[in-house]
């Protein structure tokens, strides 16, 4: 099955400046790639997804990255706010009937 | 819509009891899903199904039980509850995996 690796597990950032958050996928099966942000309390949502046919995505100050060959895919949030603090999970899939799998998240802090 | 709703909130159980956990959806998704999630472990998938009358196994389904009788509908049934069933477990809808999953409020379980 698929195996996503996500770092860092935590990161702290400076009101303003950039954070950039990293995951690894196994599976070279997997087509599908949301990122989830989860605020404390609160349900996962959806931020931005991105499908293995395309390198790169943008929403306003939010993108990700991706790289089929080294198996590698990453969310960049330019321009922190501190409503961006929040734990962010990344996800790979898509590829077959088993689901989607998870990383571990990261609790990214937005320092003031 | 309401979208995906899940009840109760938050349980209380003794060691050996056991509970159903409901999920619905409003959205006609065929596909449903029961993660469970605990610090630093991210989200981990229980049991899913693609279809009304279909289930699978996910990746830690032990001591779990599902059924999908109608497409609205997705309870998740302890059969003995022990403390290491301790979690905050969601329930997710989308209409495949390579596409968004739409996740309810959570149930926090503790099992004491």
């Known amino acids: 099955g698929e195996n996503v690796e996500q770092h860092p597990s935590t990161l702290s950032v400076q009101e303003g400046d950039s954070a950039v958050i990293k995951c690894t996928y196994s599976d070279s099966a997997s087509n599908y790639f949301p990122w989830y942000k989860q605020e404390l309390g609160k349900r996962p949502q959806l931020i931005i997804d991105i499908r293995s046919n395309v390198g790169e995505k943008k929403d306003q100050r939010i993108a990700v990255t991706l790289n089929k060959t080294a198996k590698h895919f990453s969310l960049h949030i330019t321009e922190t706010q501190p409503e961006d603090s929040a734990v962010y999970f990344c996800?790979?899939?898509?590829?077959?009937?088993?689901?989607?799998?998870f990383g571990k998240g990261t609790h990214l802090i937005i320092q003031p | 819509n309401a979208g995906v709703t899940q009840t109760p909130k938050f349980q209380v159980l003794k060691t050996g009891q056991s509970m159903t956990l409901q999920c619905a959806q409003d959205m006609n998704h065929e596909y449903m899903s029961w993660y469970r999630q605990d610090p630093g472990m991210g989200l981990r998938l229980i049991h899913y199904?693609?279809?009304?009358?279909?289930?699978d196994q996910g990746e830690v389904p032990n001591g779990y039980n599902v059924s999908r009788s109608t497409t609205e509908d997705f309870p998740l049934r302890l059969l003995s509850a022990a403390p290491s069933q301790t979690s905050v477990y969601f329930c997710?809808?989308?209409?495949?995996?390579?596409?968004?999953?739409?996740f309810g409020p959570g149930t926090r379980l503790t099992v004491l």
């Open positions: 996800a790979g899939g898509g590829g077959g009937a088993d689901g989607l799998t």
């Open positions: 997710a809808s989308s209409t495949s995996w390579g596409n968004e999953q739409f």
């Open positions: 199904s693609v279809g009304a009358g279909i289930t």
